[in-house]
């Protein structure tokens, strides 16, 4: 080989010694990364830092945020890193009003807690005031109140149970309009129908009808009364087919046709 091209021993020892040097720097400083990175992601999770700072409750309305929070079983000293999603959601859903909760973690110490309760479909007069009434068929006896949305019809001799959930099926099975249309339900039952029921409308009409097919001819209502005089008001009894008797006469009454009209 020519002299020119031959790189003495001794020569390349220092350039070696000064790579090998690099890389255990490079490993080392890696190394002590990691170690530091571990040792403080350990002292992060055991120290208050990683407590919930924040709860925030989206959704409620029937339940206070308070009352949520302390159903969820999380406190400012629970740990971040300890929340079970499923288990808090659970706990929420053992709230008869709760239909449905979701809980988000926001990072580094927050909790997003979403909650879908059941639907308000009406209110139940007792005592001189209105209590609430569920989508699930419960009555909020804790939620008294004086003052009932203009379109929440009014239920009457009402109480929990089977009857109660029919009459909530069935509103829940009509069109808004229609509920909204409501103004009263008094249950009243008779000796040949426990499920019947007596409708007083906010257009002046009467219904009288059976929670077995309460639904099923109701959303027909708009197409009864369109065939009616608007001036003259009386009873649209839907038990068996469809017949109305104005309040001015004892002997009059019309057959009226059920059929899908407008509405």
Do not use: C
């Amino acid at each position: 080989m020519e002299n020119g091209k031959i790189v003495a021993l001794e020569d390349r020892i220092p350039k070696l010694k000064e790579q090998r040097r690099k890389k255990a720097n490079k490993r080392l400083v890696l190394l002590l990364f990691l170690f530091f990175t571990m040792i403080a992601a350990v002292a992060y999770t055991q120290s208050p830092l990683a407590h919930i700072k924040k709860i925030t409750i989206k959704g409620n309305e029937v339940y206070s945020q308070a009352e949520i929070i302390k159903t969820s079983g999380l406190t400012n000293s629970t740990n971040i890193w300890e929340v079970r999603k499923d288990t808090v959601a659970a706990n929420l859903k053992r709230l008869s009003e709760i239909n449905s909760a979701e809980v988000k973690v926001v990072w580094p110490n927050s909790i997003i807690i979403q909650v879908k309760e059941h639907k308000r479909m009406a209110y139940l007069y007792q005592d001189n005031a209105y209590l609430p009434v569920m989508e699930n068929g419960k009555i909020l006896t804790n939620k008294k109140t004086d003052m009932i949305p203009s379109n929440s019809p009014i239920l009457v001799k009402f109480e929990e149970g089977p009857v109660l959930d029919e009459m909530v099926e069935g509103l829940k099975n009509l069109p808004v309009g229609i509920v909204n249309s409501i103004s009263e339900i008094h249950y009243t039952p008779k000796k040949t129908d426990k499920y019947h029921i007596t409708l007083f409308m906010n257009d002046g009409f009467e219904v009288s009808a059976t929670l077995r097919s309460f639904a099923e001819k109701m959303v027909h209502y708009p197409s009864i009364i369109s065939q009616l005089d608007p001036n003259k008001k009386g009873i649209i009894d839907l038990e068996v087919g469809s017949y109305f008797k104005a309040f001015d006469t004892e002997v009059e009454e019309n057959k009226v046709e059920n059929h899908e009209g407008e509405g």
